[in-house]
């Protein structure tokens, strides 16, 4: 059976994040990082236009409104949101250029067999 060498370090698919991204993208994922903040977020991104009334948001928590519009500070800090007052109330928007930087770090990087179109075997 013939064994096949692999070198020690493979190549790179993609550009790795920068120590800026780095930082910028660590304060999204911490500000995600909380429970009440990650349903938030969700409950913003599950209203029609992914846009919510903060009055649409308060009763779905045991915690209190001032806590409430913390965390919806943080998340804004964090660019995943945007806010805009109309009247006496507040209107939260998902940021989607925030959350699609998320999602193409968390996305699988490409393997070398998808490059250049082989197909690949596990366990053989």
Do not use: N
């Amino acid at each position: 059976m013939e064994s096949l060498e692999l070198g020690c370090c493979s190549p790179m698919v993609r550009e790795p994040l920068s120590a800026h991204q780095a930082v910028q993208l660590a304060g999204a994922f911490k500000a995600l990082a909380d429970p009440v903040r990650l349903r938030l977020l969700s409950l913003i991104a599950s209203h029609a236009g992914g846009e919510a009334c903060v009055c649409d948001l308060t009763g779905e928590f045991d915690v209190s409104q001032p806590t409430i519009s913390h965390h919806l500070k943080v998340l804004r800090e964090a660019g995943l949101l945007s806010s805009q007052r109309r009247g006496t109330w507040v209107y939260y928007r998902v940021q989607p250029g925030g959350l699609a930087v998320l999602a193409q770090l968390l996305a699988a990087p490409a393997t070398e067999a998808d490059i250049i179109g082989e197909p690949v075997t596990v366990g053989a």
